[in-house]
């Protein structure tokens, strides 16, 4: 246990208290240390993702202006943070209750147990406090040397693209390591680039018997076809399309490191996003059985009551991840105690049995550790989603009615409620894009490949992207997807950007978006 000795002698001892109960529970975590910070430190700190070090840049003032006016307004209020790190680092709302203050300890030792012990995060860095503050000094070292404004502006760009990685590759080796090697392009139009037929010596007189214009023809029209049928790289699409960027895109040494640093991030990020139902919902868990069980006394019980409540509380047409993770994890631990699982179980199609089901097995707690390791947010959804819990907790879709211009209730049926919330929640909801060739058309242009699954991509952000891919790849960049149910080319060239229907051209405006400047 590591106590925080700037902590008030009070605040000292509930965090040995709490910490006291959750090691009761088998909870197994990294040394927590609580910092007491003000609603506007906090808010700085909660604008650049929890770290009280970053490198400088623009976003990071826009999120702090919305928090702090948020809370100023009586819109939001943050009642924890933790950092996935060892040593744990939380942090505490100076104003908060007591009661506020036990509860946030007790929701903090569950975030912790589930950094240290969830599968999703153990390829993470756990000393990222650190690392974070290089990577602010590394930075800052650029732009001192290459001008703030240059360095913050290529910034903008690869945080445009910071989601093209492959999440799962921490856990997958598809391919050695290569070396950094950027494209070498000569340009096919140059004069040198030209194929010249190989001609047999020959005086002039005899030349056109000897070298048949016809047979250097078929020599030029062979060369070319061989030149066009250039192996195109990657071998295979490449989901980790910044490893691709720093691999090959001609890019300077500092803007390799900004890449870089940005790329280690992403990846550091990733599996909270992967794990943001189960995370809270654990969390959830273990500080409501602490609070309920341990250490809540009879005078702060609708105080506590109040808080919490708030916290589960769900917006209609919003999914609120601490009430779906909480109530999912109960249900698990309840369906385990009494043996709700299993072929025989599944077999019964009575509903009155299925109801007073209760081989009293209790396994609920063993199950829900065991869940809490090898999950992540789609593979417990798609496990433990199921028919009873969408009825009890009266789930159901949404769909946004253009008519009407507001989301309504789609559908109550079971399939479909699974099917939305796993589309949702793969890949953080956002599409899934691969490196498909570096070398397209032989001329180093970049083309991309998006793994369409019924729905179109934005076309603004999508151009936006491309813009900024452009910028890291210097040369054409496309991106092949659907677009109103066929297959599309998007293009930008550093100037324009087009869009053509794959498999021929057209002249349907509603297929071929008229060509603009990017500006």
Known sequence: MSLNSDLPAELRALQEEIEGYAREYQLDFYDTIFE???????????????FPTRYPHWRFGMEYEQLSKGYRYGLQKIYEMVINNDP??????????????????????????????????????????????????RIRAHMERFGEETVENFIDSCLSLENLIDIHSPFIKRRPDRPRAPLQIVEPEEEHDKVVPAKLPSRDYMDSFVNPPEVLREQIRRAEDERQKAVPFPERPERDVLLF??????????????????????????????????????????????????????????DYADHHSGTMATQPGR????????????DIEERWNKGQFGPEYEACD???????????????????????RT??????????????????HNLFSFKYNDSTESYEIESREF?????????????????????????????????????????????????????????????????????????????????????????????????????????
Not at 256 to 261: M, N, P, W
Not at 375 to 392: A, S
Not at 447 to 463: I, K, N
Request: hydrophobic share 35%; glycine share 6%; aromatic share 12%.
């Open 319 to 330: 999914l609120n991840p601490y009430k779906l993770g909480i109530e999912l994890f109960r």
């Open 36 to 50: 007491m910070l003000d609603y506007d430190e906090l808010s700085e700190i909660a604008a650049l993702g929890g």
């Open 350 to 372: 009575d509903y009155q049995t299925r109801r007073d089901w209760d081989r009293q097995l209790g396994l609920g707690r063993q199950k829900i550790f065991e869940v809490r």
């Open 415 to 519: 399939r479909l409620i699974k099917e939305r919330l796993l589309f949702s929640l793969t890949n953080f909801g956002q599409p899934f894009i691969a490196v498909k060739d570096g070398n397209y058309r032989n001329r180093g242009e970049l083309y991309l490949h998006q793994e369409h699954f019924g729905v179109d991509l934005r076309l603004d952000l999508a151009q936006d992207t491309l813009r900024h891919l452009h910028r890291l790849w210097t040369r054409p960049v496309h991106l092949e997807t659907v677009v109103d149910g066929r297959p599309t080319l998007l293009t930008f060239d550093g100037t324009d950007h087009t869009l053509r229907p794959l498999g021929g051209t057209s002249h349907d405006p509603e297929l071929k978006e008229s060509r603009r400047r990017s500006g």
């Open 375 to 392: 999950h992540n947010d789609v593979t417990f959804i798609d496990t433990f989603l199921t028919p009873d819990f969408c009825r009890r």
């Open 88 to 137: 744990c680092y939380a942090y505490l709302l100076r104003c908060n209750m007591l009661v506020d203050q036990k509860l946030v300890m007790a929701h903090v030792y569950g975030h912790n147990d589930f950094f240290k012990n969830n599968q999703w995060f153990s390829q993470t860095n756990r000393k990222m406090m650190d690392e974070m503050a290089n990577h602010g000094n």
């Open 245 to 302: 960027l720093l691999e090959h895109a001609p890019l300077k040494s500092w803007q390799l490191d900004v890449l870089e640093i940005i790329r280690d991030e992403a990846y550091y990020f990733a599996p909270q996003g992967q794990t943001k139902i189960m995370n809270e919902g654990w969390a959830s868990y273990w500080h409501s059985t602490i609070m309920t069980n341990k250490a809540l006394h009879p005078s702060e019980l609708v």
